[in-house]
């Protein structure tokens, strides 16, 4: 069997505390490096993994600026066949439901895959829309939160998925889209051969023209979310101490949760 | 003019630099106290590819350049000085020697094993009575038939006893003075090629350094590396591309005493604030950082001009008189900010000492690179 494994990855800025701009409530990206979004790092480790298991090849995408190149070719580095950058000005400004239209019309002219997998959320946003939303694009059967692929062969897929207090084993049969955890494996250091490979590929940009993508779907116009305004929560530690002896103290404390009946 | 680093540069300088912060830093100490380095993180280095970097791909490398190799050698330079010097003792002496004046075949045979990391190489010079002064050797080869006969001793040789093929420097002819001296390459466990008791050294204990002794050692006619008598021209070619490595590993032992020292300068509070809010500290903490720069500045600059086939004899013995001279200003200066503590193996800056003092030593002392310059400028 030829498998085709599609990884989808986004570039975000280096950072885990991410300053927002007070005055225009957006994130200041300025000086910060950009890098592979952590979480697509799993998926990428993953579908690498796939394609050297079982053969067939592993296609990373990723929708973006220009400079998102670098994120595609990163990923060349660490193993990935081949890349295909999503770019065009119109792309711009897309939210979580334009840019899952706009990977769709990616995926569909690459000619479609076996096991579509993403990260299970961009550092960035945080939403972790943009996997369901593909799959839903696609309409293809998804499991997001994915810790372990149990089993896989040419027409199916097993996998488990890290539920609130347990975990839930689900069987597909492919193609499927897969978002992934950070439990699922450790990803590897791209080799220095990769870099040079990567130095070297060609990454094909698409843009509207080659992707027939609809101008009303796609950037900031294809994009119904409204960002009403974005703040950094105040830190907010107002413990209490209560006092008295071990036993005065619990039972104050029992009081309390009580009365706010929690127990 | 253009400081920024190509994209290859800065993606080849995070790997190294994500494999260090992962494999290197957190067992650094514990090597030097076990007196060596693990098979495992030469396992990895080989996974990565480092052996090879500046190589081509054509004999097993990565195809990069000698900038890559220097950007590696200084991050693993700022966890650990014995890998460091490992590394660097393998690319850019032993196998660069095979890839500066090995033929075809000896390339083959020789420095791919070596770009891919599948066997350690060393160069051995110097000797008990020939160190600064190279063109005094008296290890000797005797041709026998289709053989050469080696009979001498080499001292100080790093990775001498973890190396696959050692290149070492005998007088092939007598009469011919320092154009009789030829480089001959020795392969580990050769018979009559004895491995010497490691040094009890001052610092870089987890770095292999031993004495070599050949008896009656035998190595066929076609070991000689490129062609006779061209030896001690070859081994100073060596020695100036490996000076740049010694620059980098300066840098980055540097680099780690500053780091070290800006942190505990913060934290340490004495007369009720922050060491670092005295300007006497402040001073020292700014000295350190103008040397770390300029001595990185240094080493860049003669590794482009390597790059570019231009000459960089007098700008790489500049990048190592400084870089290491600056290495060792800093170490004592971050053992300083350290005080009591510094001085104590709790914190890693008594490390960065004793592995500093070696910098203004191997590879031509700091006075034979001022020797060097002074050569360059014509005196
Ligand atoms: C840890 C370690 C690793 C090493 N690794 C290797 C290796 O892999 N391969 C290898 O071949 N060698 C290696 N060496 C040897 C090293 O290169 C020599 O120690 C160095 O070149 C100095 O030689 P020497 O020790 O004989 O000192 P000497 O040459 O005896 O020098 C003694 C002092 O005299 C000074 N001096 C000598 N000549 C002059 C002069 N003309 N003018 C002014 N001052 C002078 C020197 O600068 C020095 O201060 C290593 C050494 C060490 C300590």
């Given amino acids: 069997m030829h498998l085709r494994f599609l990884v989808c990855i986004k570039q975000v800025p280096e950072t885990t505390e991410a300053k927002i701009n007070p005055k225009t409530g957006t994130l200041i990206r300025e000086g910060i490096p950009s890098i ?3 979480f697509d790092m799993y998926a990428l480790e993953e579908g690498i993994r796939l394609r050297d298991r079982l053969g067939g090849e592993v296609v990373v995408m990723s929708m973006g600026p220009p400079q998102a190149q670098a994120a595609v070719k990163e990923a060349i580095a660490l193993g990935v066949d081949r890349g295909i950058l999503l770019s065009d000005p119109a792309f711009a400004g ?6 899952a239209y706009t990977l769709a019309k990616g995926v569909e002219k690459l000619g479609g895959a076996d096991l579509i997998i993403c990260g299970k959320q961009a550092s960035d946003g945080d939403t972790a829309q943009v996997g369901p939303g593909l799959a839903e694009e696609l309409d293809l059967p998804h499991a997001t939160y994915v810790r372990k692929i149990s089993a896989i062969t040419a027409g199916e897929i097993t996998v488990e998925r890290l539920v609130e207090g347990g975990i839930e084993v689900l069987r597909m049969p492919l193609p499927a889209l897969l978002t992934v955890v950070k439990e699922i494996n450790e990803p590897r250091l791209p080799s220095l051969k990769g870099v040079m490979r990567a130095k070297r590929a060609e990454v094909p940009t698409w843009g509207q023209a080659e992707l027939g993508t609809d101008p009303a779907r796609t950037g900031i116009t294809g994009s119904p979310t409204q960002v009403v305004q974005v703040f950094t929560p105040e830190l907010r530690r107002q413990g209490e101490l209560l006092a008295g002896t071990a036993a005065e103290q619990a039972a104050v404390l029992i009081e309390r949760l009580r009365a706010a009946a929690m127990i | 003019m253009d400081f920024d680093l190509t994209e290859e540069h800065r993606l080849i300088r995070r790997t190294v630099r994500e494999f260090v912060d992962r494999e290197v830093l957190p067992y650094a100490a514990g090597w030097e106290e076990e007196g060596s380095l693990p098979e495992r993180v030469f396992g990895v280095m080989k996974e990565l590819d480092l052996f090879g970097l500046p190589f081509p791909e054509a004999y097993g490398g990565v195809g990069s350049d000698y900038l890559a190799y220097i950007l590696a050698v200084e991050e693993i330079g700022r966890a650990s000085g014995s890998l460091g010097l490992t590394y660097a003792a393998h690319v850019s002496l032993g196998a660069a020697a095979f890839h500066h004046f090995g033929s075809e075949e000896q390339k083959r045979r ?7 990391g599948e066997v350690l190489a060393a160069f051995a010079l110097t000797e008990p009575d020939a160190g600064s002064d190279a063109g005094g050797i008296q290890t000797a080869a005797v ?6 006969v080696i009979n001498g001793t080499k001292c100080f040789i790093t990775n001498g006893s973890l190396a696959g093929y050692v ?14 001296i030829s480089n001959l390459v020795v392969p580990a466990g050769t018979p009559g090629f004895h491995i010497g008791p490691g040094y009890r050294k001052l610092g870089l204990r987890a770095s292999d350094t031993v004495e070599l002794v050949f008896e009656d050692c035998r190595v066929p006619v076609d070991h000689l590396l490129g062609s006779p008598g061209d030896g001690l021209r070859q081994s100073l070619r060596v020695l100036d591309g490996g000076r740049i490595s010694i620059a980098a590993l300066s840098t980055g032992i540097a680099q780690a005493c500053l780091d070290a020292s800006l942190i505990y300068a913060r934290e340490r509070v004495q007369f009720g604030r922050s060491i670092s809010g005295f300007q006497a500290i402040q001073f020292k ?4 950082a103008t040397e770390v720069d300029l001595a990185r500045l240094a080493a860049w600059r003669a590794a482009w001009l390597k790059d570019h086939h ?3 004899t007098r700008e790489a013995a500049m990048a190592k008189l400084f870089a290491s001279e600056a290495c060792v200003r800093a170490a004592l200066e971050a053992v300083q900010i350290h005080g009591g503590y510094g001085y104590t193996e709790e914190y890693p800056v008594a490390r960065y000492l004793r592995d500093a003092k070696l910098m203004t030593i191997g590879e031509g002392t700091s006075e034979i690179q001022r020797l060097v310059i002074a050569r360059q400028l014509g005196c």
Avoid: H, Q, S
């Fill in chain 1, 36 to 38: 592979i979004n952590p």
């Fill in chain 2, 110 to 116: 020789w420095l791919v094993p070596c770009a891919r």
């Fill in chain 2, 167 to 180: 290149v070492i420097a005998a007088i092939t002819d007598r009469e011919k003075g320092i154009r009789g």
């Fill in chain 2, 310 to 312: 231009r000459p960089y």
């Fill in chain 1, 94 to 99: 897309a939210d979580t439901l334009a840019t």
């Fill in chain 2, 285 to 288: 903490l700014a000295d350190m």
């Fill in chain 2, 143 to 148: 041709r026998d038939g289709c053989e050469w």
